[in-house]
């Protein structure tokens, strides 16, 4: 995840600091955080350029209070997370407010482009009323929080227990025991039930904001931010998934199969032929690769047990730090506790040098010391954090950092690829103007790092002491494609489904009284997933998911994993690979590398579509790359399959 900027920020500003006993009332007339008002006879470019100034200044203050209210969450810094995000939106609406004084007016390419863009420069539109603006950001920095301390306990007084996201999601990966995967799915998704009544009150709020803009809501003004109507981004996100469905279909059929053999028929689906939510390895069921156990096609077949060999780098990490000599003072249990702490984090900064090595095989430079200082890379133990692994540009100009609690397994080591994929994206354009400091659309920035991990073939994993010797057998192949499907297939049509939510919520037609009834539906229509026992009203299941507290549009991820296909494609025949799509890694290729950083380069400069053509050679998204690198997967997929009623009914009487 990327944030574009800080929408939920906690900004300490040099005039806010005590420095005598009394601080003396500021005088009205300079209220801070007032925004300045525009220079008489301001041209247009001389406004973008202001902007630009402005923008700089205060995305540095907002960014570095948004990383404080994520890495320390308490009521304190929601309260002033509230405050900076409010001052941050009012300055923004009077960026709107004066940039409409150049509609109907000739301007340059650069400069229509740069007023459009900050029309679009957040996805929480503000109400011009201050009341309304600052209720707003108290209830966005509200969900955020609920989230981000999120725990589910059981039993009371001195037997309560309580476990967060992550112990929650271990008990999903690696439990096979239907009740606990169960318990643990249902706990998590009490931790949204009392963001209910707030996102309501949120949807209300940001589709005023929406409105005051110009947009019929704020779902319209979402789809507003990729060079084309929101009309054709709908249809061309349908046409997409079109291509992709009888892919995904065959997987779910196999899935469902391996459950039902696994639970019986009548715990591994549901009425319909549906897959029950809890048992897919995953909270959202958006990836299946913690089902490896149970859907690899062919024990031991290519030997792609990545997480074997990071349970040996923590295990030998664990070791060197016992073997230092320790505070003679401490005990036994203390010097143990210490060591496990340092190992953990050797471990995490291990994992990011591996995923680092990609990118600068590639030309591209190493990450400044910065970045190694200020990551948070493991999980700290004196406080709540939001654990949600994401990406930061803090100041455009080279403070860039990850926020992970980093575990060693196989999905988080691909999941640091995909974040640094973000952070050389920020370090590319940071020569651009502010405004032009982001992706070509938001599927371009989530696409950057997924591409690096579809080169992560079983031959470059070996290549790294990630997977033993490889052996060249069809069953491997089939292994190796269906590990990666786990991953991408499985995420489109959830991908899809969430902002089909969202944009039914913000124009209407899902009313707050079926918040819940609507999320299932979409959830049966498109993933073919279905909750165990009854979800009604009394839930919030749509929160139970990051982006939608955090308020992230989420189209961006199903566009990415078209994307990154296309991207791979063109970064393979940049290298010179000549042979099957799904055997390449560019790994070490400067060719490659010099055509992606050239396309990074660009930012939100010019139209995706340009920026697209660039490196690929077409103007339009397509799937055909994932059907060309999944074809040997599929022709299997159909051949186990035969016989069996795939498909599944989304609403069975």
């Keep these: 995840m990327k944030p574009r900027i800080a929408l939920l920020a906690l900004a300490i500003a040099g005039s806010l600091a005590i420095t005598a006993c009394k601080r003396e009332p500021t005088p009205p007339s300079a209220a801070p955080g007032a925004p300045a008002a525009a220079p008489a006879g301001?041209?247009?470019?001389?406004?973008?350029?202001?902007?630009?100034?402005?923008?700089?200044?205060?995305?540095?203050?907002?960014?570095?209070?948004?990383?404080?209210?994520?890495?320390?969450?308490?009521?304190?810094?929601?309260?002033?997370?509230?405050?900076?995000?409010?001052?941050?939106?009012?300055?923004?609406?009077?960026?709107?407010?004066?940039?409409?004084?150049?509609?109907?007016?000739?301007?340059?390419?650069?400069?229509?482009?740069?007023?459009?863009?900050?029309?679009?420069?957040?996805?929480?539109?503000?109400?011009?009323?201050?009341?309304?603006?600052?209720?707003?950001?108290?209830?966005?920095?509200?969900?955020?929080?609920?989230?981000?301390?999120?725990?589910?306990?059981?039993?009371?007084?001195?037997?309560?227990?309580?476990?967060?996201?992550?112990?929650?999601?271990?008990?999903?990966?690696?439990?096979?025991?239907?009740?606990?995967q169960l318990d643990a799915w249902q706990g998590w998704h009490t931790i949204s039930q009392p963001m209910r009544k707030d996102y309501i009150r949120f949807a209300d709020l940001v589709n005023t904001g929406a409105k005051e803009m110009g947009f019929a809501d704020a779902g319209e003004m979402w789809r507003s931010g990729y060079d084309m109507s929101p009309a054709e981004l709908a249809a061309e996100s349908d046409r997409l998934w079109d291509q992709v469905k009888p892919l995904y279909e065959q997987l779910h059929c196999y899935a469902r199969g391996k459950l039902d053999g696994r639970y019986g028929k009548d715990k591994g689906q549901v009425a319909g032929g549906m897959l029950p939510a809890h048992l897919m390895g995953n909270l959202w069921q958006q990836d299946w690769g913690n089902l490896w156990d149970l859907l690899q096609p062919y024990p031991g077949a290519g030997s792609l047990d990545v997480n074997s060999a990071l349970q040996k780098l923590a295990d030998d990490n664990l070791s060197k730090e016992l073997d230092k000599p320790g505070d003679r003072n401490a005990s036994e249990a203390e010097r143990t506790f210490t060591a496990q702490r340092a190992a953990e984090l050797a471990t995490a900064k291990a994992m990011t040098v591996r995923a680092q090595d990609f990118y600068v095989s590639l030309g591209m430079p190493k990450l400044p010391d910065s970045y190694w200082e200020k990551s948070q890379f493991i999980k700290p133990l004196d406080r709540d954090v939001v654990c949600h692994a994401s990406a930061w540009d803090m100041n455009m100009a080279g403070d860039v950092r990850t926020k992970m609690c980093i575990k060693p397994n196989e999905e988080e080591l691909t999941t640091i690829y995909h974040e640094l994929g973000h952070i050389y994206y920020d370090l590319a354009y940071n020569t651009q103007p502010p405004v032009f400091q982001g992706g070509a659309h938001d599927g371009f920035h989530e696409a950057?790092?997924?591409?690096?991990?579809?080169?992560?073939?079983?031959?470059?994993?070996?290549?790294?002491?990630?997977?033993?010797?490889?052996?060249?057998?069809?069953?491997?192949?089939?292994?190796?494609?269906?590990?990666?499907?786990?991953?991408?297939?499985?995420?489109?049509?959830?991908?899809?489904?969430?902002?089909?939510?969202?944009?039914?919520?913000?124009?209407?037609?899902?009313?707050?009284?079926?918040?819940?009834?609507?999320?299932?539906?979409?959830?049966?229509?498109?993933?073919?997933?279905?909750?165990?026992?009854?979800?009604?009203?009394?839930?919030?299941?749509?929160?139970?998911?990051?982006?939608?507290?955090?308020?992230?549009?989420?189209?961006?991820?199903?566009?990415?994993?078209?994307?990154?296909?296309?991207?791979?494609?063109?970064?393979?025949?940049?290298?010179?690979?000549?042979?099957?799509?799904?055997?390449?890694?560019?790994?070490?290729?400067?060719?490659?590398?010099?055509?992606?950083?050239?396309?990074?380069?660009?930012?939100?400069?010019?139209?995706?579509?340009?920026?697209?053509?660039?490196?690929?050679?077409?103007?339009?998204?397509?799937?055909?790359?994932?059907?060309?690198?999944?074809?040997?997967?599929?022709?299997?997929?159909?051949?186990?399959?035969?016989?069996?009623?795939?498909?599944?009914?989304?609403?069975?009487?």
């Design 42 to 180: 301001e041209t247009a470019d001389e406004f973008v350029a202001r902007v630009n100034i402005e923008f700089r200044t205060i995305s540095a203050e907002l960014n570095s209070a948004q990383w404080l209210s994520s890495t320390y969450i308490n009521s304190d810094s929601e309260m002033l997370a509230a405050k900076a995000n409010e001052r941050w939106l009012t300055q923004l609406n009077a960026w709107i407010a004066q940039a409409k004084r150049f509609e109907g007016q000739q301007l340059s390419p650069e400069t229509a482009r740069a007023i459009k863009l900050i029309k679009l420069m957040t996805a929480m539109p503000a109400p011009k009323d201050p009341k309304l603006l600052q209720e707003l950001t108290q209830i966005a920095t509200r969900m955020e929080g609920t989230y981000g301390a999120g725990k589910y306990c059981t039993g009371s007084g001195e037997a309560t227990t309580c476990r967060d996201i992550g112990q929650l999601s271990e008990v999903l990966a690696k439990s096979r025991d239907y009740d606990a």
């Design 448 to 653: 950057i790092g997924d591409t690096i991990v579809l080169a992560m073939t079983p031959t470059y994993l070996q290549s790294v002491g990630l997977v033993d010797a490889q052996q060249q057998s069809q069953e491997a192949l089939v292994n190796a494609q269906m590990r990666m499907a786990l991953a991408k297939v499985s995420f489109l049509p959830f991908g899809l489904m969430i902002d089909r939510w969202r944009w039914g919520v913000f124009d209407g037609s899902i009313k707050p009284d079926a918040y819940n009834k609507a999320w299932w539906e979409l959830k049966a229509k498109y993933q073919g997933v279905a909750p165990a026992t009854a979800r009604g009203e009394e839930y919030f299941d749509a929160g139970a998911k990051y982006h939608v507290p955090g308020n992230t549009p989420y189209t961006r991820y199903f566009l990415s994993h078209v994307l990154q296909f296309q991207f791979y494609k063109a970064l393979c025949d940049a290298s010179g690979y000549k042979g099957p799509l799904y055997e390449c890694s560019f790994y070490g290729s400067k060719a490659a590398g010099e055509k992606y950083s050239a396309m990074l380069s660009k930012g939100a400069s010019q139209p995706w579509q340009k920026t697209m053509k660039e490196l690929t050679g077409g103007e339009k998204m397509d799937a055909s790359a994932v059907l060309e690198y999944f074809a040997p997967l599929q022709g299997w997929l159909k051949q186990q399959n035969a016989g069996s009623a795939c498909g599944w009914v989304s609403n069975p009487a």
